[in-house]
C-alpha cells in the first residue's frame, strides 16, 4: 500500500509517518529522496514511479510530500493523509527547528504557504498538533486488510 502523508513544512508529516511506520511497517521516503535512485532526476522519478507501482500491491511504502508537485507521483489508489496545523503552531516548530531563530523571510514563506494543500481531495485529514494517530494507524490496518 503507498501512503501519501502530505502537508505543510512542521505540521507533524514526519511524525506520524513514522508512526505509521511503526504500526504498519514499511519505507518512509521523504520530500525528494528519490533522487537517490539514478544519476538524472529524470531516471530517478522514473524508478521512484515504479518503486510506488511496485508497493501499491507489496509492502507498505510512506510517501512524505512537502511540496504541491509531489502529490502527482502518487499512483491511483494511494491514500492521501493531510496533515494540518495553525500557522503559529508551524511558526514555533520552525523556530524550534532553526535553533530558537525564525528570520522574518522564512515566517513570510510560512504565512504564504499556509493552506496550501487544503483544496485537494484526501482519504484522511489529520491534526497534527493533537491528532489521535493510533485511531488512524487502526483505520489504515483495516483498509490494509481488505
Known sequence: MVIGV?????SGKSTLA????????????SGKDYLRLAKSESEAECSFREKLRQAAAGENLIYVIAEPEQVNLLPGGAVKILVSAD??????????????????PVAQMLEKKHGMFDGGTYDYRFDGVSGDAASLCAELKKLRGA
Open 6 to 10: 502530505i502537508g505543510e513544512n512542521c
Open 87 to 104: 500557522l503559529d503552531t508551524i511558526k514555533e516548530r520552525f523556530r524550534t527547528r532553526m535553533h530558537g531563530n525564525l528570520p522574518a
Open 18 to 29: 513514522e508512526k505509521i511506520r511503526q504500526s504498519l511497517g514499511g519505507e518512509i521516503v
